[in-house]
Every structure is written in C-alpha cells, then in structure tokens.
C-alpha cells in the first residue's frame, strides 16, 4: 500500500500489518489520509489505484478477510452531516487496474460500481 498523507508524508507499508488485524484493519484520519489517491498491489504483478475527491473525505480504512479469501476492503468517509431535503453529497472516485503478468482481464467491483477490466494481450 502506497499513497501520499495530507500532510505531505509517504506512507509505503505491505499488508501484513492490515491481514493480521483482519475487519480491524488500519485507520488513517484526517492529515494522514490519503491525499487523493492511493494504490495498492500484491505478488502477481497486478496494481490497483484508487483516485477520490478527497475534499469530503475525513478519514480512510483498510481492511482484510481472511488470508485464505484474498480479500481487502477499503472505505472513505466523510464526516457525519446531516442533510437537508433535496440537498446531496458527491464523491467522485476512480479505479485504475495495472496490467497483470498474462493481460488479465476480469470485473472488479466497487462499492455498487461495476467496472470491467479487458485484457491487454490475447490468450491466458
């Protein structure tokens, strides 16, 4: 995991901290919240940014299932506001999928978002 803090500093550390925790995960609030952006990438080559308006976004999380899932969650959020009728918030945030070792292709899912992934090369 990689990104850059609010308050300007580089954070690089591996998973096994977050793994380890599980559903506690990690935490990073406010000035050492990811600064817009942050990326995250494992053994098989494969890398995968996530990019956000980090305006409305007050704290980070991260989060893993059990290793044998090969699952982490990651989550934004905003602080508490309570929201008058017709008045809305937005979020805008993309993913970005590196190439994997054989053109990978496959379908992420995010949050509600589906975001399909093509291949790069032909063949497996």
Known sequence: MTFTKRSGDTV???MT???AALRQGKWFYQE??????WTFSGTKGLSVTLTFDDAPVESAWVYAYPE?????????WAPRK???PGEGMTVTRTLR???GPRGWSGLFVLGNDRIPVRR???GW
């Open 97 to 99: 999928i590196g190439p």
């Open 120 to 122: 790069r090369r032909r």
């Open 82 to 84: 309570a929201l008058k």
């Open 17 to 19: 901290e977050v793994i």
């Open 68 to 76: 044998t899932l090969n699952e982490v969650e990651i989550e934004l």
């Open 12 to 14: 690089e550390e591996d």
């Open 32 to 37: 050492d919240a990811p600064a817009g952006e």
